[in-house]
């Protein structure tokens, strides 16, 4: 079946440095990906929605600022942290649909910690 | 704005009961609803939409728009279905990608 795939899996950073992750397709193509984010022992959130050629549409409460979205090819979906805080620790999930459509593939998870 | 509601967020059965997982939604639209699941260090993988009115490793799940639900279940629990559940509702087109997700409830089946 189709995967998606979340680079790095981990990652530790100082407040106020960005931190960049990466969601990719690697065996179909997706025009659209989603970005979620799940705090501690709590549920998914959408975040923002990452079109293909096209900005992101981002959650009612999502700063678009704090939170860069890049879609730059088919397969690959960049979320970058700006200025991180430590209460921008959280783990992040991203999701591509499948080409027919009707369900979503997700990727295994980004945990940030921001010291 | 669209809610979903998962009621447990513990739930224990032993093997071979029943078992129930109870979810409720809002929604002003025709809701588009799934049950995904995630195993122990594995990633989020869906369970089972109500469109296709499928069974996956024995689950079944019904839509009853009069009492907004779409409770899942299974006659006969395996310990292999312990797991995370989510709840999830789809807005947004045919995508499918918005998804409003319940506070998911974990099931424990024990031997």
């Known amino acids: 079946g189709a995967v998606v795939s979340q680079h790095p899996s981990r990652v530790i950073c100082k407040s106020g440095t960005s931190v960049k992750i990466e969601c990719r397709s690697l065996?179909?193509?997706?025009?659209?990906m989603f970005w979620y984010r799940q705090f501690p022992k709590q549920s998914l959130m959408l975040m923002a929605t990452?079109?293909?050629?096209?900005?992101?549409?981002?959650e009612q409460g999502v700063e678009k600022d704090k939170f860069l979205i890049n879609h730059a090819s088919l397969t690959l979906s960049t979320l970058t942290v700006t200025s991180a805080h430590p209460e921008d620790s959280s783990f992040y999930i991203c999701?591509?649909?499948?080409?027919?459509?009707?369900?979503?593939?997700f990727g295994p998870g980004t945990r940030l910690l921001v010291l | 704005a669209q809610r979903v509601t998962q009621p447990e967020k513990l739930l224990s059965v032993f093997k071979g009961a029943p078992v129930e997982l109870k979810c409720n939604y809002s929604?002003?639209?025709?809701?588009?609803l799934f049950w995904y699941v995630q195993y122990s260090r594995q990633r989020l993988q869906l369970l089972l939409r109500h469109i296709s009115r499928e069974s996956i490793k024995g689950f079944t799940a019904d839509l009853n728009k009069g009492e907004t639900s779409f409770h899942l279940k299974k006659p006969f629990a395996q310990e292999e279905d312990s797991a995370m559940y989510y709840c999830a509702l789809a807005t947004g087109g045919t995508s499918y990608g918005k998804l409003t997700f319940g506070q998911g409830t974990i099931l424990t089946v024990h031997p």
């Open positions: 929604y002003s639209g025709s809701p588009e």
């Open positions: 999701s591509a649909p499948s080409l027919a459509g009707g369900t979503q593939y």
């Open positions: 065996d179909f193509q997706a025009t659209t």
């Open positions: 990452s079109n293909e050629g096209s900005k992101a549409t981002y």
